[in-house]
């Protein structure tokens, strides 16, 4: 009884802590959106410098996952909460990166003040952090079909990153002069797009969390 009392407490602080982080990196991803919209420095500076703090947590909680599955050997539901703790973990980290790849090129776009072409990428951006929140809330209802719903989501963001491609590829052929900076601005196309990848992958984690089966690929 007291073995199972200590592996209940300590997974219920494992997900205050993994909550905590998924917070953070919400934080993180809806400031980077921010930023493409207003090239704020200040706002990019602060999304670059803060990077260490998702890191240093992504540590802390896959360490604690480790230390449960070694110390109570669990099975069943309780086996794959944590395995998919761990693979989540790793998507928010990815996730992070991702936001601040975004910080350092809006940087560089920023730069080119002789261009006046330009994308608005806040329905893309907002339909990325909605993905976001539906994959923390399908993960802590343990929803698998609101995890489902997710590979709906993805489908509308791809189809935003094909349109940002025309746009740019017509623009390079008006003003080829602009070459680096209109790649670097549909570039920012794909990072959006690649967190909405790693926001399928944490969907995907959640219905094996709830359904204990794989469905890799079922979104595409």
Partial sequence: MAHQLTFHREVDNLKK??????????????????????????LLDEIIRSDWEIDDMEIEV?????KILALHQPVAGDLRFLIAVIKINNELERIA???VNIAKRVQTISKESSLSFGIDYQPMG???????KLGLDALVTE???????IFLEDEQVDRLRNKAYRDVTRELNEEPGHAKCLVNLYLLARHLERIGD?????????????????????GN
């Fill in 17 to 42: 802590k993994f909550m905590v982080l998924g917070s953070l990196v919400e934080d993180r991803l809806q400031k980077a959106c921010l930023a493409m919209q207003t090239r704020d420095s200040e």
């Fill in 62 to 66: 896959e360490e604690e996952c480790l």
């Fill in 97 to 99: 990166d991702i936001a």
């Fill in 126 to 132: 907002m339909k990325v952090q909605q993905m976001f």
């Fill in 143 to 149: 929803d698998a079909d609101l995890a489902r719903d």
């Fill in 198 to 218: 790693r926001i399928t992958n944490i969907a995907e984690e959640v219905i094996y969390l709830v359904e204990g089966k794989i469905v890799r690929g079922e």
